[in-house]
């Protein structure tokens, strides 16, 4: 099918845009070799130290930084050419990741470098990834800015599809230093697509404002918008609660379920499948229900299938359930994204994408510590498990208080293009 049919489709109407399709590309790319180098670290400390507290750290580690500079992001990005922005960024993640493919490589990778690696890639990504969601909303019409994230996410679980598999192999046949490479060599196809895509839009600052004066307008915006400030609200609850289950996938799959690194990567790739498949399906059910029914449903899902995960007895139940909590997970992430995106004004979507980001982020690495430190204490089960029911309770709560809230703040929204 040609991109120019399949941009026909609600889903995909983003990709009849040039621009958008070259950075989608390119960025697909360098998602492949992200997760290649995920699963690597995430067997690597497994098998290294036999702990979900440690595998929690370092996931912290990585997100850490991005309490400082992911608000200084949008403000950093307005103040220069933002593909020279992204490129320099991305040339640094390049250079991190070639720095632990030489350590694995020499065998001396132990992790204590481990972590400080995982703190300057967190430093680079933390700059670079607001930026990269803004410029969706800069190449798209607003009509289309579902379609455009939703995009992006299933980018990243397509790496989370096939990255998995490719580890996998590379991993039996040439050990973690090439995984660690082949990542390092993927950051050259978004340096191509940066150079092909033509000129972006440039942010705009006011004369004279400072760095932190930015920072203080973007937050300003947030806490005033009530559709921007619930988003982020709902965004903490499902990072700090659900998403810990991306980095602990590899804990269940060795500690718990008994499977190896084989039993890891098929589980992520389940998850990816999942994420896709619900792509695929997001602008129809959108332009079916409306976006806010769409997220409402989705929130109220996910509380109970993230459970059924963490209980599964087998390989294969885990499999479907994460199937179908990957499912989801997208679904109400691009939701909240876009509410976040879609209410805020062109002038502040860079550093609105930063806040989301960084309570994104914080939430994420919170819970991964906590719930892996906890886990082992407790049993990761039982902890795990009642993180996801808590989020139910939150989730049926405000659909209980609140009923219609977040259909209300849809309207703001321009609607999905026919």
Known sequence: ??????????????????????????????????????????????????????????TALAFLPSIVLVPLAGTLADRF???AYLAVCTLGQALIAGALAALAATGQLTLTPLAILCVLHGCMSALTLPVFSAMTAVILPPEQLHSGLSLDLAQANLGRIFGPALAAIVLTRGGVAWAFLINTISFLAVLVALAWMGPVSRGSTRPGEGLWSGVKRGLLAARE?????????????????ISPFIALVPVLALRVLHGDAATASLLTTVQGVGAVTAAVLAGTLAERWGRGALLERTLLLLG???????????????GVSLFILGALYLLAVGGLRTLCQGRASAELQVRVSGLFNLVLNLGYSGGVWLQGALGDRLGLRAVTA????????????V??????????????LPPPST
């Not at 059924?308 to 087998?314: C, E």
């Not at 009642?386 to 709560?397: E, I, P, S, T, V």
């Not at 659909?399 to 703001?412: H, I, T």
């Open 81 to 83: 050419d933002r593909r």
């Open 399 to 412: 659909r209980v208080l609140l009923p219609g809230r977040l259909a209300s703040l849809e309207a703001r």
């Open 225 to 241: 918008d009530v559709g921007i400030a619930a988003a982020l609200g709902g965004t903490l609850g499902v990072a700090a609660l």
């Open 1 to 58: 099918m040609s991109i120019r049919r399949l941009s026909s489709h609600p889903s995909f109407r983003a990709f009849s845009h040039p621009a958008y399709v070259k950075v989608w590309w390119g960025g697909l790319i360098s998602t492949l070799g992200t997760w290649m180098e995920l699963v690597a670290l995430g067997i690597y400390v497994t098998e290294t130290t036999g702990r979900a507290e440690w595998m929690g750290r370092i």
């Open 386 to 397: 009642c993180a996801a029911l808590l989020f139910f309770a939150l989730a049926l709560g």
């Open 304 to 318: 109970p299938v993230a459970a059924a995960y963490w209980l599964s007895p087998t390989v294969a139940f885990a």
